[in-house]
């Protein structure tokens, strides 16, 4: 009988920016699934939800601090991690921040902040476990990008920019790595409703102009990314790598359906 090619039992998953958001929801996904995690924020406080939520699951957690703009944070983490486990075969690259603001305001600061974290934090992450994931033999890096990745828009510039990188950052390291049985995808999640875009989904406007150009009809929930996650971190998706796998409602076939009745 064939493997469940689905189960990650026995695999160990790094999960950057787990604390809130899509990580949080990415973490409990590979828990279920059978991972055991370490899972990782600027604010570890945070983080003891998560871990409890894992272990109740039966699987391990270790909450580790983690600043992916700082090389030295980065490079700690990794040691903590195989220092606890003695492998990393899964790496949710996750952490990430925005500022929105028209380009004419943007800052040479709020450029850096975004695009240290974004991008220049996903490669090093990316490498630092990289390194140990070649000596294995074996590697699932998963990427996350946005529909940014693929898509500008208005007051996104900075955000844009370091989610266009992660896209072509991703296909680079599949190639750079592929040789060593390690696969680098990129999940572009399209329009979730989570804590941090509250505000955004506050606006019944905004809301029904969205809804509009969506063919499934709403927002992307947390758990919608689940499946995908699941898939690229597992034996599933072996003979994939350097993709974009966009998880978005269908937004990006830029549907425009008529609008509802005010």
Request: aromatic share 8%.
């Amino acid at each position: 009988m064939q493997k469940n090619l689905f189960d990650l039992s026995g695999r160990v998953a790094v999960v950057t920016g787990a604390s809130r958001g899509l990580g949080h929801y990415m973490a409990r996904a590979l828990a279920h699934a059978g991972a055991d995690l370490v899972i990782t924020s600027r604010d570890t406080d945070r983080l003891r939800e998560v871990q409890a939520e894992v272990q109740a699951l039966g699987r391990q957690a270790l909450p580790v601090s983690l600043d992916v703009r700082s090389q030295e944070s980065i490079m700690q983490m990794t040691v903590h991690a195989i220092a606890r486990f003695g492998r990393i075969d899964v790496l949710i690259n996750n952490a990430g921040c925005n500022n929105r603001k028209p380009a004419l305001e943007v800052t040479w600061e709020d450029w850096n902040t975004i695009l240290d974290t974004n991008l220049r934090g996903t490669f090093f992450v990316a490498q630092s476990v990289a390194r140990h994931m070649v000596k294995a033999g074996y590697g699932r890096i998963i990427n996350i990008g946005s529909l940014t990745s693929v898509a500008g828009y208005a007051g996104l510039g900075p955000y844009c920019a370091s989610k266009g990188g992660v896209k072509q950052l991703t296909m680079s390291l599949a190639d750079d790595w592929g040789s060593f049985g390690i696969t680098v995808n990129c999940i572009a999640p399209g329009w979730f409703r989570t804590a941090l875009n509250k505000a955004l989904y506050e606006d019944t406007d905004w809301v029904k102009t969205l809804k509009a150009r969506l063919p499934l009809g709403r927002p992307g929930l947390p758990n919608d990314l689940d499946g995908a996650v699941v898939f690229l971190a597992s034996e599933a998706s072996r003979y994939i790598t350097g993709q974009t796998l966009l998880v978005d409602g269908g937004f990006s076939t830029q549907a425009m359906r008529a609008l509802p009745a005010a």
